[in-house]
């Protein structure tokens, strides 16, 4: 061996004797959580719920940063350029899977650059209808909504959301012409669909249920795979005739590609540990959530899973970059 290839091994091992001493005494420091979106968004709030957790089992603050911006783009950047140490970490949602194929230039791949280390929660979405409407099924709706093509209207969020590609996924998947008008917020367009505004929208499950309750709205499915713990009497999407009109809005944690597998799998099992919290739990689900978790492995497959889902929307929907 030369000196050079020598010096090159000796290096070589020093750097994984450093990685690996590193990741055996993580975290020994304060870390930090970037969010995207606003104080108080949901996002900011899982944050701040599991990093509590977090702190509490591993002994050190995980301090919550909130960088909102260009639909959180600007935080998922500031961590993919941050050390790949663990000490910077970064809570997306389902819209980071859409982000990349409607940005022009976010600066970073969002499947390559980040490493996943466990889904934190779901927000289920409801499929309800405008009650004058006289329908209580989704089969009843589409019958409808074939029967007067491009007269009934269904109430999504901003273009490029979320909320509006699973109103145009919903007329993909239905094979219906429903008319999708645009809002500022979920809660705009449940409002406008009680007064028949508006035939049909997602809404968020923990601000339509006692609209529900109260009959000023109709539950159709629960807009997911599964049936929902916070509606178990609804029957899911799936189960109701439509597969694949998933509009649930997951939130995962994630830290820069790179980072030491042992500091991922010991993350992994400290939130998968939180998660199975009663106390947690039942705090998340007070906010309208539903805890996830699982393995990195899981959370990888439904950024795979759901990118390739909304890529084909948005390019159906024209809307793709």
């Not at 702190?55 to 998922?76: D, I, M, T, W, Y």
Request: glycine content about 8%; hydrophobic content about 45%; charged content about 15%.
């Amino acid at each position: 061996m030369t000196m050079t290839r020598w010096a090159s091994a000796v290096l070589a091992l020093c750097a994984l004797a450093a990685t690996s001493a590193a990741a055996d005494t993580y975290p020994s420091k304060p870390v930090r959580i970037v969010v995207g979106f606003a104080a108080g968004s949901v996002s900011d709030l899982t944050a701040r719920t599991i990093g509590q957790k977090l702190g509490a089992a591993l002994g050190q603050p995980f301090v919550v940063e909130v960088r909102p911006g260009a639909g959180s783009n600007v935080a998922a950047l500031s961590v993919v350029r941050s050390p790949k140490d663990g000490y910077t970490l970064f809570v997306a949602t389902s819209s980071s899977t859409i982000r990349g194929a409607t940005a022009v230039n976010p600066g970073f791949d969002f499947g390559t650059d980040l490493t996943p280390i466990a889904l934190l929660a779901s927000v289920p979405f409801v499929l309800t209808a405008y009650p004058g409407l006289g329908v209580t099924t989704v089969r009843e709706f589409i019958a409808l909504a074939k029967a007067k093509p491009e007269t009934l209207t269904f109430g999504g969020t901003q273009v490029g959301t979320t909320g509006y590609l699973a109103a145009a996924l919903f007329n993909q998947r239905a094979g219906t012409n429903l008319v999708i008008a645009p809002y500022p917020s979920t809660a705009q367009a449940t409002t406008d669909l009680m007064t028949g505004r508006i035939s049909i929208a997602f809404s968020s499950a923990a601000n339509v249920l006692q609209l529900i309750e109260d009959k000023k709205l109709t539950a159709l499915a629960v807009a997911q795979p599964r049936r929902s713990a916070m509606i178990p009497n609804l029957p899911s999407i799936d189960e109701a005739g439509l597969p694949g009109v998933d509009s649930s809005i997951w939130i995962g944690l994630l830290a820069p590609a790179g980072i030491p597998r042992e500091i991922v799998d010991g993350l992994s099992k400290a939130v998968n540990d939180a998660l199975r919290s009663e106390d947690l739990s039942r705090q998340m689900r007070l906010q309208g959530l539903e805890p996830l978790g699982g393995s990195p492995e899981d959370f990888a497959e439904r950024i795979k899973h759901d990118t390739a889902r909304w890529d084909a929307v948005l390019k159906a929907a024209g809307l793709a970059k």
